[in-house]
């Protein structure tokens, strides 16, 4: 936010009012449908702040003033108010970050969170959450984004929804069907699945012991690598497809990690956006690995989040 957003939120923070009280119980739930729909939860926080600032302005303008009729109506659902102001706001943003991430350098991946600094209303529901389907969301319209999250997180209706984004629920229906699709939510028996305690404690054990052919052995034939540095370290500019590619990649990693004893070395299990993932010490930094399971055990996907600025709050 801007120094003068800031002060102005600040200001909003201070005052004891309907639009305040509903906006602080909401809070957390705002920062859910923002995070949800941007994937960084930086931008879920501003969004999230400016529409407290703008709650504070429609309660302003719809209060009497002397003899001057109000400038606005009275809200009669804050909770309703929010969420509508907060998802518009959000697709806003959405819009306008567009041609950042154009820009990005490499592939650009969401941030992590620690399922612990998450707000309780925020992962109550944890649909959606995870970094694999807030990936795939990038590929879709921010208002399918939001019309699938909206749905599938929290249960709104065709009308519920069509009122937040001035739609037909005929048209809400259609976006979620597409969207739903897009992101393989419906029923789809090789649907990958995020990583269970046993799968997981395969793969550290071999890390653990140096076993690179057994880290080998668990990636699928069809596995895809994400990596996001960001520019910032060193980090695969584009996705690898296929095992030997994966497992080429992950050999060096592997290699270029043991080969100092004196660096650290440590693949440890962390807990972010409601799912089990890794931290991967090695090279003098820490990345954040979340990994995608096929029917069968093996890996399908994997998203190596490394870009400092965005592990602030996942380890």
């Known amino acids: ?10 200001e909003a923070m201070t005052l004891v009012s309907p639009a305040t009280r509903a906006w602080q119980s909401e809070r957390g739930r705002l920062i859910g449908i923002a995070y949800r729909m941007l994937g ?11 529409v407290a600032i703008e709650a504070l302005e429609q309660e302003r303008t719809a209060a009497p003033r002397g003899d001057d009729a109000p400038t606005a109506p009275p809200v009669r659902s804050w909770p309703a108010w929010l969420t509508t102001v907060c998802v ?6 959405v819009r306008s970050l567009a041609a950042a991430r154009e ?9 992590p969170v620690a399922t612990a600094r998450l707000p309780e209303d925020a992962v109550a529901d944890r649909e959606l959450l995870s970094i694999a389907l807030l990936h795939m969301a990038e590929q879709l ?26 739609k037909s629920p005929a048209a809400v229906r259609q976006l979620i069907s597409r969207g739903e699709r ?24 071999a890390v653990e012991h140096g076993d690179i052919s057994g880290v080998l052995a668990l990636i699928a034939d069809d596995a895809i690598l994400w990596s996001d540095g960001g520019g910032r370290v060193r980090a695969a500019r584009n996705p690898i497809f296929g095992a030997d590619h994966v497992r080429r990649f992950l050999t060096g990693i592997l290699r270029r990690a043991t080969a100092d004893p004196a660096v650290p070395f440590d693949a440890a299990p962390i807990d972010v956006n409601g799912e089990p993932a890794v931290a991967l010490t090695h090279s003098r930094r820490t990345d954040v690995l979340t990994l995608e399971f096929g029917a069968d ?11 400092p ?4 709050r996942a380890l």
């Open 141 to 166: 319209a921010p208002d399918a984004r939001a019309a699938v999250v909206l749905h599938r997180a929290y249960g709104m209706s065709a009308g519920e929804i069509g009122r937040i984004l001035e």
């Open 103 to 111: 820009e990005y350098v490499g592939h650009w991946l969401p941030e």
């Open 297 to 307: 055990g093996l890996i399908r996907g994997l998203r190596q989040v490394c870009n």
């Open 182 to 205: 897009r992101l393989r939510l419906a029923d789809d028996p090789t649907a990958t699945r995020a990583a269970d305690p046993a799968a997981l404690g395969a793969l550290l054990t």
């Open 88 to 93: 518009r706001r959000s697709i806003d943003r």
């Open 309 to 312: 600025d965005k592990l602030t």
């Open 1 to 10: 936010m801007t120094a003068a957003a800031t002060a102005r939120y600040r």
């Open 40 to 50: 960084d939860y930086g931008h879920a926080e501003d969004v999230v702040s400016e």
